[in-house]
């Protein structure tokens, strides 16, 4: 599913809301869990997961092409780990 099948389902869940409307709050929501994993928070959703942001270390890599070694500096990076509920509900499908 992508961002706009998203917003179409939501849309049509809900004919009381504008379209525009719904672009708007799934934008806002998408927005504030990435502000959020920028400021190196953790945002949970109740039975769906939990995004976080993990650090890597600055390591020597290796060119898979070439075999040559190349430096890799530390980075941080997105993290999700699904919550039980939807485990459960993936498991029993």
Do not use: C, W
Not at 1 to 29: C, F, W
């Amino acid at each position: 599913m992508i961002k706009s099948e998203l917003i179409q389902i939501i849309a049509e869940e809900n004919p009381h809301l504008y379209q525009s409307d719904v672009e708007r709050i799934v934008g806002t929501i998408f927005e504030e869990i990435t502000s959020a994993l920028v400021r190196g928070e953790r945002v949970e959703l109740r039975g769906f997961g939990a995004f976080s942001v993990k650090h890597r270390d600055a390591r020597i890599g290796r060119n898979p092409r070439t075999g040559e070694s190349v430096e890799v500096e530390e980075k941080r990076v997105p993290f999700f780990k699904t919550g039980k509920l939807l485990r459960e509900r993936l498991n029993d499908a």
